[in-house]
């Protein structure tokens, strides 16, 4: 075997089936990250044909050991959490990285509804007839094996092999340091209800080891892995896009607004705002600004401020808006204009007043991630506006930037939020994680 590790790969487009059994020394690299990619590779290539009863069964394998092992699971996440509190982490990190029995029982939850879903595999795009008699079909095909570089939450462990496996693809897992005790139980558990369930159980695994350099062969590993997804902060998304050989589904930070109109209903607004803001705070779809238009401010900004003061939120707040702060029972500080471009992921909010609607669709052109943005308003004409205006991948009228959420579309839980706009946009679901072959038919036709 070379030394190096890359050269025993089967980079050149020769079939996987021309090579040994993984189970085989050779030729598999010594690189732990690259022959887990390379197993991955035949474990997708097993997962590709199969209909849709053993790829459930496998699911609902998993669900059921889920809340039969929740012990073990949440006895491993407090070490993680154990750990986060002495290094100081902040509380809504270690919100995000935290397992209950509550927490276990919803993610075993959403895994049988995963497998309640329609599968996407097979599933026929578009088809026609072709003038000269050609029978023409675009269906839906697995991605391959798809690589999730995410942070901290160790229930998008779960969420993304339940996906990934629904969609026939295998997956490599690449948590956080942080969680790591958490997602080597999980993988575990759910390596051992697939295996049990007659699935191969190299569909799912945790990409070996915890340093950098494991990331980066992960990254590097062109061939191998097929789609590389990061889920996390903006340095992890954007260290994943600009370094990676492997082609990359972009997520993105939400920096979401919530934009109260001239014409709105005060009391749905606030309790939109504070919805968007404190229901969970550490998550990217919670609302990090609130915009007022002017005519409104009076009557709209003491009520929201006085319930975001309940809500425990602190006001980064513009000059126009501190001119209310005297008055009201809120923390409130001025904004500087790092305020307006802050991901804050807790307690925090930039709130600004604006002249118009037009002002506000400027203010959000220039600061948004394009995740969420959403109107509070009993204007149609407004509303239609708004949503013609801006760009991002949902836009709300009359509801919480909490919605955008694979589990609340009905996409069962989601693999990511693609803030990009290629072929996947907003919450990805399972027809995001496929993609399409033409099947081409014939009657002995011959191109003249």
Known sequence: ????????????????????????????????????????????NELAPLPRTPKDEALLAIADALVVRTREIVEANAED???AREAGTSESIIDRLTLNRERVAAIAADVRHVAGLPDPVGEVVRGSTLPNGLDLRQVRVPLGVVGIIYEARPNVTVDAAALCLKSGNAVLLRGSSSAYSSNRKLVEVLRDAVGGAGLPADCIQLVPGESRESVTELMRARGMVDVLIPRGGAALIRNVVENSTVPVIETGTGNCHVYVDAETDLAMAVEILVNSKASRPSVCNAAETLLVHKDVADAFVPLALDALAEAGV??????????????SKATVVPATVEDWETEYLSYDIAAGIVDSLEAAVAHIRLWSSGHTEAIVTTSQSAARRFTQL???????????????????????AEIGISTQKLHARGPMGLPELTSTKYIVTGDGHVRG
Not at 18 to 32: G, K, N
């Open 1 to 44: 075997m070379s030394s190096s590790p890359e050269s025993d790969l089967p980079l050149d487009g020769t079939p996987l089936t021309a090579f040994p059994s993984p189970d085989l020394p050779s030729p598999l690299p010594q690189s732990p990250v690259l022959r887990a990619a390379y197993r991955a590779k035949a474990a997708a």
């Open 81 to 83: 959490v154990e750990r």
């Open 314 to 327: 602190t006001v980064h707040a513009d000059d126009r808006v501190l001119a209310y702060a005297p008055d």
């Open 390 to 412: 801006v760009d991002a991948t949902t836009v709300a009228v009359n509801a919480s930037t909490r919605f955008t959420d694979g589990g609340q579309f009905g996409f069962g």
